[in-house]
C-alpha cells in the first residue's frame, strides 16, 4: 500500500527564493554549519535543516548514508535524507495508508448498513422493482471491494517514491518553480501513472458501477452514512491529474494533533528567525503554498498565531540567485522508486 499532508503549510509565508539562498544556519549550539538549497525542497519544508538537536530534520548538505533503511535507495549516494528521517517517513506513509483505507473502510461500512437493511421490514415490505434495484446495488459491492487493495498497493507505491523525493537533492530538475521559488507542480514520468492506473483502473470503474446503482434505488440510499470519494479514480486522465495535483504536491501528510502541530511550527518559526536564517516576507502570507491534497479530506488548517507571526517584516538581504521562474528538466517516476524503498504495503 502507499498513501499524505504534513505541517509544509507551517512557514508557507516564508520567502523559498529566499531561504535558498541563505548561506548558514545556526544551530542550537551556537556554531554554524552551511546549509545548501539541494536540501531545501519546499514539498518538504517541514523538514529542512533548522540546527536543532530535537527535531527531526534534513541534512544540511547532501550527505552519504549506508544504512537507510524506507528510502534504501539511496543508500551510498549523496542525498538529503539521514536515518534520522526513518520515523518521520514511516509515519507519513502511515497517514497515506490510513487516509485511503480509510475510505475503503467507508465502502464496506455502507455495504453493512445496506445488508442489514436487506433484513429489516422495510426491505420485505417494498415493491419487486426496488427490491430488484436494491439488490443490484448490493451485488456491486463485491467486484469492487475485491478490487481495493490493488488499487491501493498501486497507490502508496506513489507515496512512498514521493516521500523519498526529499532525499533528492537534485529536485529543482523535476518541479515548476514560480518567481518567488515555490513549487508550482512536479513533473511526474507517464510511466508512473500507467502504473497505478493498472491497479487502480478496474477499481475505479467498479466503484462508479457501484454508485450508479446506488442512486437506481430509493431504498439503497437509505442508509445515512456516507459514501467515499473515489471520482478521482474514474479515468485515467483524472487519476494522473489527481496523482499530480494531490499526492505529488503533499508527499508528508500531518500525523500529529492540532496542538502537536502548533507547538512544533512556532519552536521551528521562533528558532529560524531567531537566528536569522528564515527571512519573513509579509507580501506572501497566503500565497499558492496551500498544496492540493487528496479529494477526500481538507488540507489541515494553520493556527492563527502561526500565521500572525509569519507577517513579520523581512530582515534578510533579498535573494540574488536563482532568479525567476523555473521548468523541470527531468520527469520523476515515484512507483520506480518506491518499489525499490524499504516500505512495506500491508492492508
Not at 523535476?174 to 510511466?191: C, N, P, T
Not at 534578510?316 to 524503498?341: E, I, Y
Request: charged share 15%; with cysteine.
Amino acid at each position: 500500500g502507499m498513501f499524505t499532508c504534513w505541517s509544509w503549510a507551517i512557514l508557507g509565508a516564508v520567502s523559498t527564493e529566499a531561504l535558498l539562498q541563505a548561506p548558514l544556519l545556526s544551530n542550537a549550539s551556537g556554531t554554524t554549519d552551511s546549509a545548501s538549497y539541494q536540501c531545501m525542497n519546499p514539498l518538504f519544508r517541514s523538514q529542512w535543516y533548522s540546527g536543532r538537536t530535537d527535531m527531526v530534520q534534513l541534512e544540511a548538505l547532501p550527505t552519504v548514508h549506508k544504512h537507510l533503511i524506507r528510502c534504501k535507495m539511496w543508500n551510498g549516494k549523496t542525498s538529503c535524507c539521514n536515518p534520522g528521517m526513518e520515523e518521520a517517513q514511516q509515519a507519513a506513509f502511515a497517514a497515506h495508508r490510513d487516509q485511503l483505507g480509510n475510505q475503503v473502510l467507508m465502502l464496506r461500512s455502507y455495504l453493512g448498513a445496506l445488508s442489514a437493511l436487506r433484513g429489516s421490514e422495510v426491505y420485505s415490505q417494498s415493491e419487486p422493482q426496488e427490491k430488484a434495484l436494491f439488490d443490484r446495488a448490493l451485488d456491486a459491492f463485491k467486484p469492487a471491494l475485491d478490487l481495493a487493495d490493488g488499487c491501493l498497493h498501486r497507490l502508496m507505491t506513489f507515496a512512498a517514491g514521493m516521500i523519498c523525493f526529499g532525499c533528492q537533492p537534485d529536485w529543482s530538475y523535476y518541479v515548476w518553480r514560480s518567481g518567488l521559488g515555490e513549487v508550482q507542480a512536479v513533473k511526474i514520468d507517464r510511466k508512473s501513472c500507467l502504473y497505478v492506473d493498472r491497479g487502480c483502473g478496474g477499481f475505479g470503474r467498479a466503484v462508479r458501477q457501484l454508485y450508479m446503482r446506488i442512486m437506481e434505488s430509493e431504498l439503497a440510499k437509505e442508509p445515512p452514512a456516507s459514501l467515499p470519494d473515489f471520482s478521482m479514480l474514474f479515468s485515467r486522465e483524472e487519476l494522473c491529474s489527481w496523482l499530480r495535483a494531490s499526492l505529488a504536491m503533499a508527499p508528508m501528510p500531518p500525523a500529529h494533533s492540532g496542538k502537536e502541530l502548533f507547538l512544533q511550527a512556532t519552536a521551528r518559526l521562533l528558532t529560524a528567525t531567531a537566528n536569522g536564517a528564515l527571512p519573513l516576507d509579509p507580501q506572501l502570507t497566503g500565497n499558492g503554498t496551500e498544496l492540493p491534497v487528496l479529494t477526500t479530506a481538507p488540507p489541515p488548517v494553520l493556527p492563527e498565531a502561526v500565521m500572525r507571526a509569519t507577517a513579520i517584516p523581512t530582515t534578510f538581504p533579498p535573494p540574488q540567485a536563482p532568479p525567476g521562474a523555473t521548468v523541470p528538466s527531468w520527469a520523476l517516476d515515484p512507483t520506480t522508486d518506491g518499489l525499490a524503498s524499504g516500505f512495506t504495503f500491508n492492508f
